[in-house]
């Protein structure tokens, strides 16, 4: 101070530079000796911070703000903030103090993100703490102890100034007994947008609400009439019921102004719970459902939020776009089960809403998009791909947001949705302090992008599919408040795709290369594709010898839908055992039209034939089906040739036995096949394969039974004339007897021996008398071929022809 009063450009006099140095060295004993005395107080001042913020790293207090309200402030309101501070050190904090601290208006987005990352360092800029009688005092805080706070300031105490997002602070100070000094020791940064009138332009936000659920239904129907559905587990009527995830976005989404976002399979599914309908145990089993009155009554809700309001429809299931392009394009008959999600959604909420769906829309996980992921979702007929801003990024390097539609050629749309806003609500929300920084992180985030120009813009707000019940208390929450503000307004999602592009916006779709690993690691394999494709060829097979295609077609059509869903991301597992179950119920089903097992058969005869026996334990009836029968030896010929085949058609529940004509060519053993196949020569099933011993008459064995009857005749013949001799000798005797015989007149003993009707011949004689016809003996070969039965073929059964 002495050298401060001196005169500029002169040296100060000797007797001043004496007293100077005799004051300072006066003034500098007592510390010295204090210095002496008390090292250890030494080493404590020494590391005692010129200010409260010194203190490095996170604290060692804990700062939850639960809430702030409001949260989009206005000249005369009060500012209410509450919560909680908690110890996590092992030391007693004493002398404490919470307070509100405020700094300056922020200029950029980017400087928004910074103050988010680092919410609660005490290296960061604190602002200034408003201080005076808005601060809340604690005695103590004891280690591991929650203590409540609340403060409220008048916003006119804040002394805010230009329009804006203003960083907000609500800090802890105090001390402990190894840091007995004031030090900040807890913070938690926040914002606070403050845009008290009208902004001059206002952008126009369109939010997407979405109403999107996991798969819940299988393939399996029950048999009866109205194919009963069964599900795989009950967990969507835990959703629907009151305070369950769909039934929260429901009741919230009804009094917003935002575009619903909805998976018609979802639909679909919380319609058949309104009937009969059966749950899958961990056993296999099923049970009745029984929350069809949860189900109507969220329907019924549903049809009330969604009137007159703009519903846009995914295709059913929600299809993986990003794996389909990936992995699935290269997998024949892929990309026909997403034009078949497309073509059903109309049918599948119109009647259920009773409203007609926007449905050129396409949405790719996360908003990620590459050349390959567009043409893939245009395939189908969107012609509007829902992209986000961290994926198709600007290059062009405009010093705003530029609005969300942009044309990227092909007469297709990429409407791109703000990534920060899109995923403030991401994480977990659970604790009341996570939703209300998301809420004033996202409201600060639309501030700051209004105030980037005075053009007006349409911005896209796409959040995640499937938000928590928490997740979707925030956006509730920041919705409100954005609709309640004064920078922004509503917009349906169709009017912000069809809005004036920025001429200056990047249309540009990046490469494929480009296209985020930790995305991709999550995607469909191609292997899933090929296993989809399988069942579908089955199913092709199987629906050609139906007569009632539908019972099968559509469960079946809808499950492969399903498993190509974008909810397996991260389900692996889940995900192969659900394509598992559908191929498994789709070869039980094939499995009930199948030939009856025949077993080895011996052939007696030159021609014979041979029944086959089609069992269908099908509810419905089956034809368009052929049996062949095929013989792989030249001993046996079937129909004349190696082999034949004849129509099929058997009633539900129902078989049919198929025979074939058979002619032996030599003895021995001959391998039959019996095989179904489609009219259009497809094999149904597996085939039965029997054998065949043919034993027919051979040359030598005919000659034998030749020479047998011509000895026969020959015998007959000699007994004839033996007895032709006999008779005429005892005529001859009889004449020479002349009238002296006893016996009557014309009578012979011949007739006395055998009068007519006698029955005693001789041993060893026919008894054939000429002129009349011999009866058959048992001798005589049985006919060739009996008459034909309808019966089916036993097991063991032996075929004599």
Known sequence: MAEAADFPGTSPSPARRWLRRTGALLAGAPLLAGLLQLPAASTALAAAPTSPKAVAGAGTVAVALDTL?????????????????????????????????LGSVLTTRSAIDDISRDSTDLRTGTGTEVGGSYVEKFTKLTPGVAQPFSLRVPVDKLDLGD??????????????????????????RTFLPWQPAEADTRTRTTYLWPLVSTVHMTAQTRSNEQQTPVFLNDDLASEISPGGRLDQLLSLGKDLDVTWVIDPNLLASVDAMTHNYQVRADDGTTTAGTHQAVAKQWLADLQAAVKNKEVVALPFADPDLASLAHNGTRVTGSLSHLKEATDVVTNTVEPILHTVPVTDFAWPVDGAVDPSIVKVATSAGADKVIARNDSLQETGGLPYTPSAARPIGGGTTAVVADARLSTAFQGDLIKASSGTLAVQTFLAQSLALNGQTDKQRSIVVAPQRMPTARQAQAMAEAITALQDGTWSESQELSAAASAKPDPGATTRVPSTSAYPSSLRKRELPRAAFEEIASTQAELDSFKVILTDQSRVVTPFGRAMNRAMSTSWRGLATEAAAYRTGVKIYLDRLTGQVRLIDKSDTKLSGRSATIPVTVQNNLVQGVGHLRLRLTSTSPRLEIGGESFDEQPVTVSGGHSQTVKFTTTAKANGQAAVVAQLYTEDGQKYGEPVTFDVKVTEFTATVMLVIGGGFLLLVLAGFRMYTHRKRAAAREADEAEEAGPDSPDEPGETDDDVRNPEGSDDRPEGESGIRPGVEAPEQPSDPTADTPAESTDPSGTGERVDR
């Open 69 to 101: 309200s409001p949260s989009t402030p206005r000249d005369g309101d009060t500012l209410t903030v509450s919560g909680t501070v908690t110890n996590t050190g092992k030391q007693a904090v004493t002398g404490a103090h919470v307070g509100l601290r």
């Open 163 to 188: 329009d804006g997002v203003y960083p907000l602070a609500v800090s802890l100070s105090g001390q402990t007994s190894a840091q007995p000094w004031d030090q900040l020791l807890g913070i938690q």
